[in-house]
């Protein structure tokens, strides 16, 4: 049971690791919008990092319910 409680918490910091470095990625992005579908490309890149967000802060509250525990 402990081991399968830390391989959970492994993973779990792993895609906190993982959201926060494509959030970063994604923040670097230059937009070209001389290129053709650009304009997609931004607004797919902008929904992407809204959800990578919303997952960050349900994988956080739940990393900080399980440190009450």
């Known amino acids: 049971m402990a081991d399968q409680k830390k391989t959970a918490e492994g993973d779990r910091t792993r895609a906190l690791r993982h959201l926060r470095e494509l959030i970063a ?6 937009p070209h919008v001389e290129r053709v579908g650009e304009v997609d490309i931004a607004r797919a890149a902008t929904a992407l990092k809204k959800k990578a967000l919303q997952r960050l802060a349900k994988l ?6 399980s440190a009450l525990n």
């Open 60 to 65: 956080e509250s739940e990393t900080d319910e």
């Open 25 to 30: 990625a994604l923040d670097r992005r230059v």
